[in-house]
C-alpha cells in the first residue's frame, strides 16, 4: 500500500518483496515435502560443503586481490556483510551435526569459517562470534573434562586478539596485523556504529545504531503517523525513496549508514516491519530443539537490530537460514548421538570431505 499511496509502481513495489516471499514460500514447500533424515543429513552435509568452498575461496581471493568488501568467496554482494552469516551458520550447522558439541580437530573447521568475513574485512565478526561461541558451548563447561573447557577458554580470547589486529580498522595502526589495543577497537565500534559519546553529543544521529533508534524514537512517538504506518517505499535503486524521505526530519545525518530495523521501518512502516520479524521468528521456533533455536533467533535479531539484516532481507542468506532450519528440525528427530555417529563414521562422507580437511 505505502507504494501506491507514495507514488511508486505497484510492479516494481511487488519485486521488491520477492525477497521475503521466496524463502517463506520455501520454507512451506520444504514443510509439505516432509524431508527425511537422510535427506536432511545429505543437505546439511552439502551446506558444509559449499560453505568450505567460500572458504577456500576466500583465501584465493585474499592471494589474488587483497581484502575487498564486495565479494565474498565467490559471490559479489554490496557491503559483504553476508560473509558474517555464511560464518555463523555454519558454525551452527557443524556444531548441531556433531552432536552439538565441538571438540578436538572441529575447531579448525569452525575458525576456517572465519576465512570469508577476514576476507571481506568485515569488523562485526569479532564482536559477535566469540559470542556465539560461548552460546553453542555454554551446557558443556559445567560437564566438560579440564582439557576440553581449555580449548573454550583459550578459542575466546584467541578470536579477540587476532581479530583486532588482522582488521585494519580495529587496531591503532590501521593496518594487517597492527597491534593489540582493545579500547581503540571498542573506541572505533562505538563511533562507527555512533553510540560514541561524540556521536551522541551531535545534532544528527550517525551510525548503524544511532540513526536506527533516531527513527524507533521517532515511531515511538508518533505511531499513527502516515509515515510510521506505511513507510516511504523505495526508489528504482532499491534503495530509501530519497525523492520523499528527509532525514533531517527524523534527526538523522544524510547519508550515514543505518542498521536494517531502521531501514525496514522508513521504506515499509512499523506494521509490515514487525510482522515479517514475527513471521521469521516463529519459523525459527518451530525447530523443537529450544536452545538452537535461541541461539538462531538471538543472531537472526542481533543482525536485524544492529546490522545489515541480511538474514531476512538478503535472499541468498534467508534461503541458507531456511535450509538449515528445516535440516535441524529432521535431524532432531533422530537422537543427537546417531546423528553424530553418521556425521563421524560414514564412510563415503568423510571420503568426500578428505580434500578439504573435515573427518
Known amino acids: 500500500m505505502n507504494y501506491i499511496i507514495n507514488g511508486i509502481s505497484l510492479l516494481w513495489g511487488a519485486y521488491q518483496y520477492y525477497k521475503y516471499f521466496v524463502p517463506i514460500a520455501l520454507f512451506f514447500a520444504i514443510n509439505g515435502h516432509q524431508m527425511h533424515h537422510n535427506e536432511a543429513t545429505y543437505y546439511g552435509k552439502l551446506i558444509l560443503k559449499l560453505i568450505m568452498f567460500q572458504v577456500i575461496f576466500s583465501v584465493v581471493k585474499i592471494a589474488v586481490m587483497g581484502i575487498r568488501e564486495n565479494i565474498i568467496g565467490s559471490i559479489s554482494d554490496l557491503g559483504g556483510g553476508i560473509g558474517i552469516g555464511y560464518a555463523i551458520m555454519g558454525a551452527i550447522l557443524y556444531w548441531y551435526m556433531k552432536g552439538k558439541d565441538i571438540k578436538g580437530k572441529d575447531w579448525w573447521f569452525v575458525l576456517s569459517y572465519l576465512m570469508i568475513p577476514i576476507a571481506s574485512n568485515k ?94 524514537n521517532n ?66 521456533y518451530t525447530i523443537p530443539d529450544r536452545k538452537t533455536a535461541n541461539i538462531i533467533a538471538f543472531y537472526v535479531l542481533w543482525d536485524l537490530i544492529f546490522y545489515s539484516g541480511s538474514m531476512i532481507n538478503s535472499p541468498v ?39 578439504i580437511g573435515i573427518q
Open 219 to 284: 515511531t515511538f512517538h508518533n505511531p499513527l503517523a502516515k509515515e510510521s504506518l506505511l513507510g516511504f517505499g523505495r526508489s528504482r535503486t532499491g534503495k530509501i525513496n530519497t525523492d520523499i524521505f528527509e532525514p533531517q526530519d527524523y534527526g538523522i545525518m544524510p547519508g550515514t549508514m543505518i542498521s536494517s530495523i531502521g531501514i525496514m521501518i522508513v521504506q515499509m512502516g512499523w506494521p509490515a516491519t514487525l510482522l515479517l520479524i514475527i513471521l521469521f521468528i516463529n519459523i525459527i
Open 317 to 355: 542468506q534467508s534461503i541458507l537460514l531456511i535450509f538449515i532450519i528445516q535440516i535441524i528440525k529432521c535431524l532432531n528427530t533422530t537422537n543427537d548421538t546417531i546423528v553424530k555417529s553418521s556425521f563421524d563414521r560414514n564412510p563415503s562422507f568423510a571420503a568426500s570431505y578428505n580434500t
Open 123 to 216: 569488523r562485526a565478526i569479532w564482536f559477535i562470534y566469540p559470542i556465539i561461541i560461548i552460546f553453542l558451548m555454554l551446557d558443556k563447561i559445567t560437564r566438560l573434562s579440564l582439557r576440553r573447557i581449555s580449548y573454550i577458554i583459550i578459542i575466546i580470547p584467541f578470536l579477540i586478539y587476532f581479530g583486532f589486529r588482522l582488521n585494519p580498522t580495529l587496531n591503532p595502526e590501521k593496518k594487517l596485523w597492527g597491534s593489540f589495543d582493545p579500547q581503540y577497537a571498542v573506541d572505533y565500534a562505538r563511533s562507527y556504529s555512533g553510540v560514541s559519546e561524540e556521536k551522541l553529543q551531535s545534532s544528527y544521529s550517525q551510525g548503524r545504531w544511532g540513526a536506527s533508534m533516531a527513527i524507533l
